[in-house]
């Protein structure tokens, strides 16, 4: 009997001990206590390991943990919880804000604490996380950005640009801002903060697939300045009447991507985009690290569970040859090339290519050429510490695509749901502007970021030469802080005027501030179609324009903040505030009120800088 009985307990510990080894599916959904908003992007980990995820845009989790392991559930400005796995596999959690001053929090910015181990993610219970980079280990690299100087009127009237969509720099510098950084200046392209977000612009109604949309008024950070608005509009096209796809993934599987916030987040992003997939789509993944291969041939887009698994099943290890990966995914995609159709390849990675060829001179080779057989780039940046944004911006500017950094599901939802024409699908390809100001109203002109795009005046009647794509729905913004004619500024420095050029005034021009030219190629031509606009000053008071001009004159601001800017003027985080404030009434996502917290995150950690900076 007592047999029995030994053998019966011994039977239910062995049970319960394999229960407790035996890895769950836990979910959950993080909410703001009080309000009871969905949080996204709080990190959740398990206890003492490197294993963690991301909460999605609505705050759900999901996550595979033993019984009895412990979950930290961590946000910047917000208490952290733990939670123990019981029996319960439905673990919600209520964050609370955290009113300790952010600038008490420890955190290193820029260089690395003396003698600390990096941490990846390091959580600790009932604090923000904080991020500490081995000095070794912080290799980001940035192009060297010089921003752009004021010019005189009379002397170059002409100014020539590539039009560009990107937005990798604002989640980038979101991604650091969250992690208690305060980003260096070379991070911060203002055109790409500004053109994150979408404008309410009219579409195009005429024979062009752009539509060309002007505001002036004061520039609100330089008395007696003025800021021109140009607002670029591609047409929408409805989803049921895009072009099918042929897409090819190309996914960086070498050891660096080995991160929670790199390879399983470039998973669900592809995931989500999977989703949106139509049967007359097409993808294969191709995946590089000491070598490439593929992993999936090229399959109908309503194969969804087979596109999923093939996803699943990818693992991190190994060094990086991404050019090699390159070229593969590029002969996939044109041996399965559709005429008439969107051929795109869509590079994941954390850009730290280093076998075979993989400078950035080399890869710019490689898509230079790939580009004239029709198939476009799109670049996806993952990761922190080791990453490339120098190498990533050039695959995209080189490679006739464009480039977003995903430092969160929610951001890849955005790319891949909110904004799917605009990422894939392109309407108009090679676009420049290229402005002409009358030297009668505009003495000098700066155009705000938008430094990797210039181009020389004579560029812009080049048919060969590269310029932006815009994809369907697509917005682009730029702005010029002008100094109108009569007024003397520091940022021009004086020069006699010329003895024998004098302005020749024409009757249809006498109240034209600027002229507007824009060149452009229709997705499958060569030979580029031009149209242009006159715009004129409507003396508008800065109060009295459009949300679109005040938000971004707002975001623009900020960038000369964040740059710490020769040109910022009287600009203050104060007045971004009430400016961007002022210009929510069109936020159904939320993204311009998640800009208001970035803005005050970044007045805390910018002082916090100032006080380090005295004490050194």
């Known amino acids: 009997m007592k047999t029995k009985f030994f053998c019966l307990i011994f039977s239910l510990l062995a049970f319960y001990a394999c229960a407790q080894s035996t890895p769950v599916a836990v979910t959950g959904i993080v909410s703001e206590a009080g309000t009871k908003v969905p949080l996204a992007g709080v990190?959740?980990?398990?206890?003492?390991?490197?294993?963690?995820?991301?909460?999605?845009?609505?705050?759900?989790?999901a996550i595979r943990a033993k019984t009895g392991d412990k979950l930290l559930f961590?946000?910047?400005?917000?208490?952290?919880?733990?939670?123990?796995?019981?029996?319960?596999?439905?673990?919600?959690?209520?964050?609370?804000?955290?009113?300790?001053?952010?600038?008490?929090?420890?955190?290193?910015?820029?260089?690395?604490?003396?003698?600390?181990?990096?941490?990846?993610?390091?959580?600790?219970?009932?604090?923000?996380?904080?991020?500490?980079?081995?000095?070794?280990?912080?290799?980001?690299?940035?192009?060297?950005?010089?921003?752009?100087?004021?010019h005189d009127a009379k002397k170059n009237p002409l100014t020539t640009f590539s039009i560009d969509v990107d937005r990798a720099a604002y989640s980038n510098v979101r991604r650091m801002l969250n992690l208690g950084q305060f980003p260096q200046r070379d991070v911060v392209r203002?055109?790409?903060?500004?053109?994150?977000?979408?404008?309410?612009?009219?579409?195009?109604?005429?024979?062009?697939?752009?539509?060309?949309?002007?505001?002036?008024?004061?520039?609100?950070?330089?008395?007696?300045?003025?800021?021109?608005?140009?607002?670029?509009?591609?047409?929408?096209?409805?989803?049921?009447?895009?072009?099918?796809?042929?897409?090819?993934?190309?996914?960086?599987?070498?050891?660096?991507?080995?991160?929670?916030?790199?390879?399983?987040?470039?998973?669900?992003?592809f995931k989500l985009l999977v989703d949106q997939l139509r049967p007359n789509d097409r993808v294969a993944i191709v995946v590089y690290a000491g070598a490439a291969g593929m992993v999936l041939p090229s399959t109908a887009g309503n194969q969804t569970a087979t596109i999923k698994d093939a996803l699943d099943k990818l693992s991190a290890g190994g060094s990086?040859?991404?050019?090699?990966?390159?070229?593969?995914?590029?002969?996939?995609?044109?041996?399965?090339?559709?005429?008439?159709?969107?051929?795109?390849?869509?590079?994941?990675?954390d850009g730290d290519f280093n076998v075979g060829v993989s400078s950035e001179g080399e890869l710019q080779q490689v898509v230079e050429e790939k580009r004239k057989?029709?198939?476009?780039?799109?670049?996806?940046?993952?990761?922190?510490?080791?990453?490339?944004?120098?190498?990533?911006?050039?695959?995209a500017d080189k490679g006739n695509g464009n480039y977003a950094?995903?430092?969160?599901?929610?951001?890849?939802?955005?790319?891949?749901?909110?904004?799917?024409?605009?990422?894939?699908?392109?309407?108009?390809?090679?676009?420049?502007?290229?402005?002409?100001?009358?030297?009668?109203?505009?003495?000098?002109?700066?155009?705000?970021?938008?430094?990797?795009?210039?181009?020389?005046?004579?560029?812009?009647?080049?048919?060969?030469?590269?310029?932006?794509?815009?994809?369907?729905?697509?917005?682009?913004?730029?702005?010029?802080?002008?100094?109108?004619?009569?007024?003397?500024?520091?940022?021009?420095?004086?020069v006699d005027d010329l003895k024998y050029q004098k302005p020749v005034e024409t009757t249809s021009a006498l109240d034209e501030v600027l002229t507007i030219k824009l060149r452009y190629k229709q997705p499958d031509s060569e030979t580029s179609r031009l149209f242009e606009i006159p715009v004129r000053d409507t003396h508008t008071p800065f109060v009295r324009t459009s949300d679109n001009f005040r938000f971004a004159a707002a975001v623009a601001e900020w960038g000369l903040l964040l740059r710490k800017s020769e040109f910022k003027g009287n600009a203050t985080y104060e007045q971004v505030i009430q400016t961007a404030q002022n210009?929510?009434?069109?936020?159904?996502?939320?993204?311009?009120?998640?800009?208001?917290?970035?803005?005050?995150?970044?007045?805390?950690?910018?002082?916090?800088?100032?006080?380090?900076?005295?004490?050194?």
């Open 43 to 61: 990190t959740v980990f398990i206890k003492n390991t490197k294993t963690g995820t991301i909460t999605d845009a609505q705050g759900r989790y």
């Open 74 to 150: 961590s946000f910047i400005g917000y208490q952290g919880v733990e939670r123990k796995i019981g029996a319960d596999l439905v673990i919600n959690v209520a964050l609370k804000i955290d009113n300790q001053p952010l600038q008490e929090v420890a955190v290193v910015t820029g260089r690395a604490a003396p003698n600390a181990k990096m941490q990846t993610f390091a959580v600790q219970p009932a604090a923000m996380p904080s991020l500490i980079h081995d000095g070794q280990f912080n290799t980001e690299e940035y192009k060297a950005l010089n921003e752009n100087i004021f």
């Open 190 to 269: 203002i055109e790409e903060l500004i053109n994150y977000f979408d404008y309410d612009y009219s579409q195009p109604k005429g024979e062009h697939p752009v539509a060309i949309h002007t505001e002036i008024s004061d520039s609100p950070w330089n008395k007696g300045l003025k800021l021109v608005h140009i607002g670029l509009q591609a047409k929408t096209i409805q989803t049921d009447h895009l072009p099918a796809s042929n897409l090819v993934f190309l996914v960086d599987v070498s050891g660096s991507m080995n991160w929670v916030n790199k390879l399983p987040l470039v998973k669900e992003a």
């Open 320 to 349: 990086t040859a991404g050019g090699e990966g390159i070229k593969l995914a590029y002969k996939i995609a044109q041996e399965n090339f559709i005429k008439g159709g969107n051929n795109r390849v869509i590079l994941a990675s």
């Open 373 to 395: 057989s029709g198939v476009y780039l799109s670049v996806l940046g993952f990761g922190m510490g080791n990453y490339k944004d120098n190498k990533m911006e050039t695959l």
């Open 405 to 494: 950094y995903i430092d969160n599901l929610q951001e890849a939802q955005k790319v891949f749901v909110h904004e799917f024409g605009g990422t894939l699908f392109t309407v108009a390809k090679d676009v420049k502007l290229q402005l002409e100001f009358n030297p009668k109203f505009v003495k000098g002109y700066r155009l705000i970021g938008y430094e990797n795009r210039m181009l020389k005046n004579e560029e812009f009647h080049d048919d060969k030469k590269d310029a932006g794509e815009m994809g369907s729905g697509h917005t682009v913004t730029a702005l010029y802080e002008i100094i109108p004619a009569g007024v003397e500024s520091a940022y021009l420095a004086k």
């Open 583 to 616: 210009a929510l009434t069109k936020d159904p996502e939320g993204y311009r009120a998640e800009f208001v917290r970035l803005v005050k995150l970044a007045q805390s950690l910018d002082k916090k800088d100032i006080v380090a900076q005295k004490e050194d």
